[in-house]
């Protein structure tokens, strides 16, 4: 069974500045992919960012860019130049290759980060 | 966009009702999950469906069943409520098993 680990269940972040948000995993696949997603307070779950394992070159988009590390089995979020509206509970998630139509998405426990003005 | 949509974002119900968490989505999803969202453990699979009138058991099926009568539409059942079903309540979908998962805003249901 795969798990997704957050170590961190909260962190907070000067406005402008760059966070990093830590997440590993564990599993025996080679071919998966990795997610994170924003939950902000009291609105719906989003996705951020997504990266296929085998590709080689970090996922980025906007200010927001993926640091993996298949080997290390390490999956962080960078978050550049934080803005108030990245305030919300972060998932890190987990899916194995799918086969005969099984999607199975394993959740971390979340790091709710606070953006100070 | 895609929408999902859950029929309560608030419930309070007692304990031994019956109650039904109702998902629709509109983007003609083959996949659809249910959640339940609880502080420290994330979020754990309930349910799931990938077809019309099938389903799957995730991680947590115990006290919890499903409907699926049509592709855009997935029910959470809670045969008899208990106090420990108190929770969010998370529903999301999927185009296919390879594409991510959109979620609808979430029901928090009160078990009292």
């Known amino acids: 069974a795969q798990t997704v680990t957050q170590s961190q269940p909260e962190m907070s972040v000067q406005e402008a500045e760059t966070v990093t948000l830590s997440c590993t995993y564990d599993t025996s696949e080679n071919n998966y992919y990795l997610f994170w997603y924003k939950q902000p307070p009291s609105r719906q779950m989003i996705l951020v960012i997504r990266?296929?394992?085998?590709?080689?070159q970090n996922a980025t988009e906007n200010r927001f860019s993926v640091n993996f590390q298949k080997a290390a089995k390490s999956f962080s979020l960078k978050i550049s130049d934080s803005q108030l509206g990245d305030t919300a509970m972060y998932f890190c998630?987990?899916?194995?290759?799918?086969?005969?139509?099984?999607?199975?998405?394993?959740f971390g426990t979340g790091t709710k980060l606070q953006v100070i003005p | 966009d895609v929408k999902v949509t859950q029929s309560s974002r608030y419930l309070v119900k007692r304990t031994g009702e019956k109650v039904f968490l109702e998902c629709v989505q509109d983007m003609d999803h083959e996949n659809m999950f249910w959640y339940r969202q609880d502080p420290g453990l994330g979020l754990r699979l309930i349910y799931f469906?990938?077809?019309?009138?099938?389903?799957e058991k995730g991680d947590i099926p115990e006290g919890y069943s499903v409907s699926r009568e049509k592709k855009e539409r997935f029910s959470l059942i809670l045969e008899s409520a208990s106090t420990n079903q108190t929770s969010m309540y998370l529903c999301a979908s999927s185009y296919s098993s390879y594409n991510e998962q959109f979620f609808g805003p979430g029901t928090r249901l009160t078990v009292l």
């Open positions: 469906s990938y077809d019309v009138k099938m389903k």
């Open positions: 990266q296929e394992a085998y590709k080689q």
């Open positions: 998630a987990f899916m194995k290759q799918p086969s005969g139509g099984y999607q199975k998405v394993t």
